[in-house]
């Protein structure tokens, strides 16, 4: 079985298009959704009917679906992600509101060699930056992978003889092989916002047979996404961002 792993959306149409078109040769059997479809980018309906459409798929929630649909405090963002909070819900048709609110939340399990979360398998909302947040996270799943969103930036965590070592999938493809009795953390970086100063849409396929994890990126039409954001008026510095992969 073949998954696609991806992540932090954030109302990027243009980079979900491109993701979903190179993927069309992987025959892909399973998605997979870790949250954060909406906020910053200025295409959230759009965005979230691609996705629903999608079949078969597991999705959970991230902080900015919670917001969005009022689950979420708003003082806890800064005042450019506010900004766009406040956009997207008086955006948001009532069907596409209503998906929203109607996400899971994290952390799931999807089968027993995969859980899924947000930020951190025990606090949907945590940031895991570093070795010492991992080996947190490593105390509060019990699959063999876990994969996780949230922070924007591609990276694995490797827990073998209870040592955890962090790895960069830096390049334009990065393969890891799944061993036995070995777990991982992985994040697939973010679709539509990418954190890692390469502006290229990022996720992550896992094929079951082979055992192979595998990372690509994805060129988009990024001056789209910017010419859509700036005539919604929404913060200059959700466009500039995206030049800059930051």
């Not at 956009?87 to 027993?112: P, Q």
């Not at 994890?213 to 200059?236: M, N, T, W």
């Amino acid at each position: 079985m073949r998954y696609l792993i991806f992540s932090d959306i954030h109302g990027n149409l243009e980079a979900l298009r491109a993701v979903l078109e190179s993927i069309k040769k992987s025959k892909i059997d399973y998605y997979l959704f870790l949250g954060d479809i909406v906020g910053y980018g200025a295409s959230p309906n759009e965005v979230i009917k691609e996705v629903s459409a999608l079949k078969p798929i597991t999705t959970i929630r991230g902080n900015h679906d919670k917001a969005v649909s009022n689950l979420e405090a708003i003082k806890t963002f800064n005042p450019i992600a506010a900004a766009a909070v406040y956009w997207t819900r008086d955006c948001l048709n009532k069907k596409h509101a209503d998906f929203l609110k109607k996400l899971k939340k994290g952390s799931y399990i999807v089968n027993e060699e995969i859980s899924i979360c947000h930020g951190a398998p025990f606090d949907e909302d945590f940031y895991i930056f570093g070795e010492f947040d991992a080996q947190e996270a490593f105390l509060h799943f019990k699959t063999p992978l876990c994969f996780f969103g949230h922070t924007h930036f591609p990276f694995v965590y490797v827990e073998k003889n209870h040592l955890v070592e962090g790895i960069y999938p830096s390049g334009e493809t990065f393969e890891i092989k799944i061993e036995d009795k070995v777990r991982y953390l992985i994040n697939p970086g973010s679709i539509g916002q990418p954190r890692d100063r390469n502006n290229r849409a990022s996720c992550v396929i896992f094929d079951t047979e082979t055992r192979l994890l595998k990372f690509f990126r994805s060129d988009y039409d990024i001056k789209e996404a910017q010419r859509k954001i700036l005539a919604e008026d929404l913060p200059k510095a959700l466009a500039e961002r995206l030049d800059l992969g930051i």
